[in-house]
């Protein structure tokens, strides 16, 4: 069986094909094409050997919902809410990112206020009905959209999420009154409480509908033009992969898929080397993406934002992302201070070095001015690249201003990148009480490597994981997942043993939705998996903890005891003696799907890996060092070497500076122990 991985990034799109039969696997790279990404995923598979017309299997992440997010590049939305109630989608939660700044402008919301319109309508806490849905007015709001133009309409009333009759008579007026418009309706997409919350992920969710199912719908022609006959999956933010049907309605899913398929590819990577406890460090060419496992499982979030105040409430992995990818941009602020980011030269037209019209320094030609990136190298030798564009740059931008010479100005903006980089990690580890020194660092994506020993010693980090193929780590996570599906239901009440019936009721109701589900999208009885979650928290709290269950629940004390461990772990305290209430439930199912084994090496040793040598500034020695440089497509097995060194491969490049050690074991991976 062959298996295609892709990962559709903002600077690459990269492919790994696994050939399960011989073993052997091939990796691509090549640039992303932002205004038809389906181009640059069929760029990518022809460089393969493989032709499309021989895979068996497609899984891809991408941040296509995820840009069109940030550049606003939605469809006009309409919103119907509960007469009085259109205003919580702009007044939000009322507050702000960064709360002491007064002059601070909060983003736009995703609907404009003369596209939200309310009906008379009105449900109470219970599910009990106390005003009647207002029918002729919901058709005149839906004929008011319709000659406006607008063909995408999110519905999200008040306490919907406990009783959707209104909510599903809606959408039938919108059938009869407008039957080309999509319906997005806040009981299907989020059965929650909290309003903002439910409203804020549903109009997002109905917003990239049309903006993922138009790429997708691309993507999938191309592939079947191609001769491709399988599924057209792709990565979500939960950690699973979903078919085009499902992602045709849960399109906010996808929005995080690509850092996450790099979440769990560092997970694999780290537990193939034995460590339960990693933190990925994810760089590319725009940003740099951290994420955390701890004793084996990644770490999750409830909610995440593209931009502040406007949640998605789907589950996600943690990943604390900043502009500081290869293509950052390196300025001089009005105080005269050098930063790096968030401002990114992306693939087009990227860093001074790559001849594409770049005429801004960034920290890929930094990373070439001080010798540890060969321009004649980069994707092999097949991308046209020289170091003459990236010194001008900074000696004209950066140094001169300064009063630097061209060296110092940039090794300052290597180190300044490090420390941006370093406080993405500590926003991952130290802030949610893990120590970094508990944990191995797991380099990777294009330019990951050339930094993670760098980011590993200041942070006390002893151990680095360079995976055999760093730069398209992410697209390997997309081989490594089960298609999955989560839902969530609101559960109010204490937890005791008296509600532990109720509570099954509710799970199995929900499992019975999910096994539905996963039939519908191919996967066999015996190959669904369940997973039980309890959303648990202090009488009086207003945020919760997930707490782990098994069904039959055979102890509420024992999951209560689970609970106050957790929250001593996240909080720093806890208190046996105060009530603990339940506030949701949440159940996962998985398709499990056959994972791919790779071959360990054979030969031993460093073989013919060495390669010469070249001068490269490190800031630790103050100066340039002739550094011996190898080819890691040539280690063996047991392959060991000092700092300072470099090792090129196609698709990265590794640093090793001085004052650390580096080893290759049988899995392919490089382990740098700092010191």
Not at 255 to 275: D, K, L, M, V
Not at 286 to 309: C, F, N, P, Q
Request: aromatic share 8%; net charge negative; proline share 5%.
């Amino acid at each position: 069986m062959n298996r295609a991985g892709v990962d559709i990034g903002g600077t690459f799109t990269d492919v790994i094909v696994f050939d399960e039969e011989s073993g052997e696997i091939e990796i691509a790279k090549t640039p992303s094409t932002p205004d038809n990404p389906a181009e640059g995923v069929i760029n990518g598979l022809t460089k393969a050997e493989t032709g499309i017309e021989d895979l068996d299997f497609f899984s891809h992440g991408s941040t296509v919902g995820t840009n069109a997010l940030i550049e606003r590049e939605l469809p006009r939305i309409g919103l119907i809410t509960t007469e009085g109630f259109r205003d919580v989608h702009e007044i939000r939660d009322a507050t702000k990112d960064e709360i002491w700044d007064a002059y601070e402008d909060v983003a736009d919301p995703y609907v404009q206020r003369r596209d939200r319109l309310g009906v008379s309508e009105r449900i109470d806490y219970d599910g009990s009905v106390v005003e009647p849905l207002d029918e002729d007015r919901a058709r005149e709001v839906v004929r008011i959209f319709e000659k406006r133009g607008i063909d995408t309409i999110a519905i999200s009333l008040i306490n919907a999420y406990v009783n959707g009759d209104h909510e599903r008579r809606l959408e039938e007026i919108v059938a009869d009154e407008h039957p080309d418009a999509f319906v997005c309706s806040s009981h299907e997409i989020l059965p929650e409480m909290f309003e903002h919350e439910r409203m804020s992920t549903t109009v997002i969710n109905a917003a990239l509908v049309p903006v993922v199912q138009e790429y997708l719908t691309d993507l999938s022609t191309q592939l079947a033009d191609r001769d491709y006959h399988g599924d057209v999956l792709a990565m979500h933010s939960g950690g699973g992969v979903m078919t085009t049907d499902a992602i045709a309605y849960y399109a906010a899913r996808i929005a995080n898929s690509g850092p996450t398929a790099g979440a769990i590819a560092g997970q694999y990577i780290a537990e193939q080397c034995g460590f339960e406890n990693a933190i990925g460090f994810d760089m590319g060419g725009t940003s740099a993406d951290v994420s955390l496992t701890h004793s084996g499982d990644i770490e999750m979030t409830d909610e995440w934002a593209v931009e502040y105040g406007y949640p998605i409430m789907f589950p996600s992995t943690d990943i604390e992302t900043i502009g500081a990818g290869g293509g950052s941009v390196a300025w001089i602020d009005e105080g005269g201070s050098l930063r790096v980011g968030p401002k990114s030269q992306g693939a087009d037209p990227g860093p001074a070095c790559y001849l594409r019209g770049g005429d801004k320094p960034t920290t890929t030609d930094a990373n070439v001015v001080l010798g540890w990136v060969d321009p004649d190298k980069f994707l092999g030798g097949d991308m046209e690249a020289t170091a003459e564009p990236a010194e001008r740059v900074i000696e004209r931008d950066i140094a001169e201003p300064l009063g630097l010479d061209l060296t110092e100005a940039a090794s300052s903006i290597e180190q300044i990148a490090v420390a941006n980089m370093c406080n993405a990690v500590r926003l991952v580890s130290t802030s949610k009480g893990y120590d970094p020194r508990d944990f191995a660092l797991v380099g990777f994506g294009g330019a990951g490597p050339l930094h993670a020993a760098h980011v590993a010693k200041q942070m006390n980090i002893p151990k680095v994981i360079i995976p055999p193929y760093p730069g398209i780590n992410s697209a390997l996570g997309c081989l490594l997942v089960d298609v999955e599906h989560d839902l969530s239901r609101t559960f109010i009440a204490d937890a005791t043993a008296d509600v532990v019936d109720d509570i099954e009721e509710t799970l199995a109701e929900m499992e019975s939705e999910i096994y539905e589900r996963l039939a519908e999208e191919g996967v066999e009885d015996d190959d669904m998996r369940m997973d039980y979650e309890l959303k648990m928290r202090y009488a009086g709290q207003w945020r919760s903890l997930d707490v782990p269950c098994s069904r039959p629940i055979e102890s509420m004390d024992a999951i209560r005891e689970q609970f106050h461990e957790q929250h001593e772990q996240v909080y720093a305290y806890s208190d046996e003696e105060q009530q603990v209430e339940l506030y949701g439930l949440r159940v996962t199912g998985r398709g499990i799907v056959d994972k791919p084994s790779f071959p360990e090496l054979e030969t031993e040793g460093l073989n013919d890996a060495h390669i010469g040598t070249r001068e490269a500034y490190f800031e630790v020695a103050g100066e340039y060092v002739e550094t011996d440089v190898y080819d890691r497509s040539k280690f063996g097995v047991g392959a060991s070497f000092e700092g300072p060194a470099i090792v090129e491969q196609m698709d990265s490049t590794v640093v090793v500076p001085p004052g650390t050690e580096a080893e290759v074991e049988n899995t392919g991976n490089l382990i740098i122990t700092v010191k």
